[in-house]
């Protein structure tokens, strides 16, 4: 059987979304905050969302920005060259 169109973009999404948790996982851990759960009371996160994310499940782009902003660091900069390489 093959996959259609939106099959393939349907795995690509996933596998984007988990990139983008593990990424996001990456960053908390560089900044010494190993905990999630005391990262998103700190910065006033859902701790279940943020569990999510991190385990690259879907989010609106507001709150990856809202996470972002936790970690004090910018869009583009989350998406820089090496993003594919923490993942």
Do not use: C, P
Not at 35 to 50: G, I, M, T, V
């Amino acid at each position: 059987m093959t996959k259609g169109k939106s099959d393939y973009n349907s795995e690509n999404a996933r596998k984007l979304l988990k990139m983008i948790g593990i990424r996001i996982k990456f960053l908390r851990e560089a900044k010494g905050e190993y905990n999630y759960e005391r990262f998103a009371f700190k910065h006033d996160l859902n701790r279940s969302q943020l569990w999510r994310y991190e385990n690259g499940e879907d989010m609106y782009l507001s709150s990856l920005l809202k996470v972002l902003a936790a970690l004090d660091i910018s869009l583009s900069d989350f998406f820089k060259e090496g993003f594919d390489k923490t993942a």
